[in-house]
């Protein structure tokens, strides 16, 4: 068999964890300046792992000395050209996403740092993504303005295709008639790719140069920026039918720390007294008896996730409101 007809099976961890109220994903180091960011990744090898699983989760025990708990597989990305390798007549690679939930102990910051990961702030890499202050200056100043220009060049080409380029970034980034839906991370990750507005997009030869004179979120080596933009997607979809937050918090928490985790997944702010009633409402949590002094103020009750809601209700999720 050829190298261009071999196939090697890549296997890829968006790994979320929540550091100061923000979601960070685990990174290991990247190959360059521009691509400093990659995914913990390696090749599936039959021959040692019994499942994909088995082998990403040695992936990433090996390069950032973490056991991970939640693991779901999340999407297989197969197009041939998605990144370049030896001019692309290399072995074609199939890259199987995975979305981990995880929460980092106080002791395992530096076990990580020392096995040479870090944990970054997914919101570098998306920056588009986070409205919790209210929405982000990158759209109006620099996003908009780029899709703009790229419609016009492209329409000179296919003028009969204006109406659907124009709805796609109207339905993308909320537009047009349109609401922001937190949920089309991906769309809005491949809208800007499509554009040339991302390194990935030069790297991967679709572009001789990047359609912006700036740098839209860290580049992350090979498609990995692409799966952190499908994990975030997975995960807030997902939040809404399942209790997965819980993953990420403490075993004891505020209903304070609660919001604030849900805010930073979803990337907006949410109404305090209907969070709470929708918690309590939908008996997702219970008080512990013990209180918190940490917020500064008076003592807060801390709650722990009510494990019984899993039998008692088929989408015990949390479909919260805006703020």
Known sequence: MSSQNAIEIGLNAAIIAIVDDNPCVLRVPGPDKIFADALPYGP???ALHRTMEIGLRQFVEDQTALRVGYVEQLYTF?????????LDDGPHIVSVGYLALTRIQDDQFLKIQNAGGALKNCYQHLPWEDWRKGRPAI???EIFPALNKWLVERAKDTPHLKKRYENRIRMSFGS????WDEERVLERYELLYSAGLLEEAVADGRYEK???KIQFGHAMFHDHRRILATALARLRSKLKYRPVIFELMPDEFTLLDLQRTVESIFGRAVHKQNFRRLV???RLVEPTGATSLATGGRPAA???FRGEILVERPAPGLRVGKG
């Open 44 to 46: 599936f090898d039959p």
């Open 78 to 86: 197969g197009d041939r050209g998605r990144y370049k390798i030896k």
């Open 139 to 141: 759209l109006d100043e």
């Open 176 to 179: 047009g008639g349109f609401e």
């Open 210 to 212: 990047s359609n912006s």
């Open 280 to 282: 309590e409402s939908n």
């Open 302 to 304: 801390l709650f722990r």
